[in-house]
């Protein structure tokens, strides 16, 4: 097991190798070297100590900690050690545990208010120089493999200030939303004043993400320091609102699979990615939540990672769970699983430990298990007409639709580094997948603790003059 400590070390020195790069491009402007210097003091750094990994910060990462980490295991393993509150069930009804929400949901930093300060508070300059070391480096390799005596002019951070610029307009230029072709001024009239479109050619080639640590997966290495960032800046600027929910991310066109912590104001705190040929099941909520228990989060989750052992281990942390749960998932309650029922008729059970698993039917059965609400009947009308559905799909109903927008928004303005195809690209992809979710993220705080009330576009707008003017290409 490589120690804390080696890990720090070798994250310190690739951070110290990217501050040692030589500037230098014939693109730029010849005050862009004085710029360079000059915006050093606008951006945060974060230091060694707040970009260290530990071992639990590893498991994070979205590597399952052994290849029977899968769905069909968990449930194998949990079933052979179920404890005797999810063997004993009733129909007496028992009260949930009472679970306190401890944290101050918020900003954690001070901050400015306009969309610069918010984007400055998720992109750290140590991110761009990580980047952009990369960036030449892999540049060299690729002329050392091809034996071309090619000359390659480094890449600046005030340069891919500009060419993520680029990328942020190119990705609001593919908008499927009507009212932005309606826009009188678009973002960037001419991009070619920037960045000629060979040298944003070169830096897309090269654009890569792989810090390679010992005891980490190859192929995980390729984007996982990208995913810790992600993490720990997150977990570093703001602490989450109670409601939270699960959710996997759809955009994203790779072959891995993206799980987002949501709150509903579609803000992600955390994310894992999982191969392609890995199901996860319950356990993509237990690398979600790995940090967040004991504060008294209420989760909201789909049957593709809820289990009643998942409820019981969670609610034993003081962290609720509603959501509904698969039959193969349904432990030793086979009267719930396998009783048929007419429509609006449900059956209710509690344990001990106040779990409630109902069984409920209107036009097709839905099984719900809660550690929070109850199954009683609760009625109201739509439209003049009395409705009545247990409280607890009622709850998960409320959540739910708001967090079905989260793919939605995520795709507006999207870029897509390449075809899907091209699955040897599928992590330069991921990578740029992840920047865009900060980039949201950025919006998403704004319109929280920010200033003015402002739409998506325009904080973009913002955001992208602001990047391109840290240089311009000379005439």
């Not at 949930?96 to 101050?104: G, I, M, Q, Y």
């Not at 990672?305 to 942390?317: A, G, P, Q, V, W």
């Not at 009545?388 to 708001?402: A, G, H, M, Q, T």
Request: overall charge negative.
């Amino acid at each position: 097991m490589t120690s804390k400590n080696e890990i720090s070390e070798e994250l310190a020195s690739r951070m110290n190798s990217a501050l040692s790069l030589k500037i230098g491009n014939d693109d730029l402007d010849e005050s862009t070297s004085q710029s360079e210097n000059e915006s050093d003091s606008e951006w945060e750094t974060m230091s060694e100590s707040e970009w260290s990994i530990s071992d639990s910060d590893w498991s994070i990462g979205g590597d399952t900690e052994s290849g029977s980490d899968t769905e069909e295991e968990f449930s194998a393993s949990s079933a052979s050690s179920a404890t005797p509150s999810l063997l004993q069930w009733s129909d007496e009804i028992r009260s949930a545990k009472v679970c306190p929400f401890k944290l101050k949901p918020g900003l954690k930093e001070s901050c400015g208010k306009s969309p610069v300060d918010f984007f400055k508070l998720l992109f750290t300059r140590s991110l761009f120089e990580f980047i952009v070391n990369n960036i030449n480096n892999y540049a060299m390799k690729i002329i050392n493999q091809s034996h071309q005596g090619r000359r390659f002019k480094e890449v600046t951070v005030n340069e891919f200030y500009v060419f993520f610029g680029l990328i942020l307009n190119i990705g609001t230029m593919n908008s499927n939303v009507v009212d932005d072709y309606w826009r009188t001024r678009p973002l960037v009239e001419n991009p070619e004043d920037f960045m000629s479109p060979v040298r944003f050619g070169v830096i897309l080639k090269c654009l890569n993400f792989e810090h390679e640590l010992p005891g980490k997966n190859n192929k995980m290495s390729k984007i996982s320091h990208m995913i810790d960032y992600f993490n720990i800046i997150m977990r570093k600027v703001v602490n989450p609102d109670k409601v939270l929910c699960i959710v996997e991310s759809m955009t994203v066109p790779c072959y891995e699979h993206v799980y987002l912590l949501i709150d509903e104001f579609d803000l992600v705190h955390k994310l894992v990615v999982y191969q392609s040929d890995e199901k996860p099941g319950p356990y993509v909520a237990k690398s979600l939540l790995e940090d967040k228990l004991d504060v008294g989060h209420s989760i909201y989750i789909s049957d593709d990672y809820n289990s009643l052992e998942l409820t019981k281990f969670l609610i034993d942390r003081n962290t609720y769970v509603t959501g509904p749960i698969k039959r193969k998932r349904f432990g030793v309650l086979e009267e719930v699983k396998d009783k048929p029922l007419e429509n609006l008729e449900k059956i209710v059970k509690y344990n001990a430990d106040g779990i409630c698993v109902t069984k409920w039917k209107d036009r097709r059965e839905i099984i719900m298990i809660s550690s929070e609400y109850s199954g009683e009947w609760l009625t109201y009308k739509v439209n003049k007409q009395k409705i009545k559905k247990p409280i607890c799909v009622l709850e998960y109903n409320k959540y739910r639709d708001s967090f079905e927008k989260c793919n939605e928004i995520m795709g507006l303005y999207y870029f897509s580094c390449g075809e899907k195809t091209h699955t040897t690209n599928k992590y330069k992809r991921l990578g740029v997948h992840i920047l865009q979710i900060l980039v949201l993220n950025a919006y998403i705080l704004y319109k929280k603790y920010g200033g003015e009330s402002m739409s998506l576009i325009d904080f973009r707008t913002v955001v992208v003059k602001h990047l391109l003017s840290h240089g311009k290409r000379r005439i």
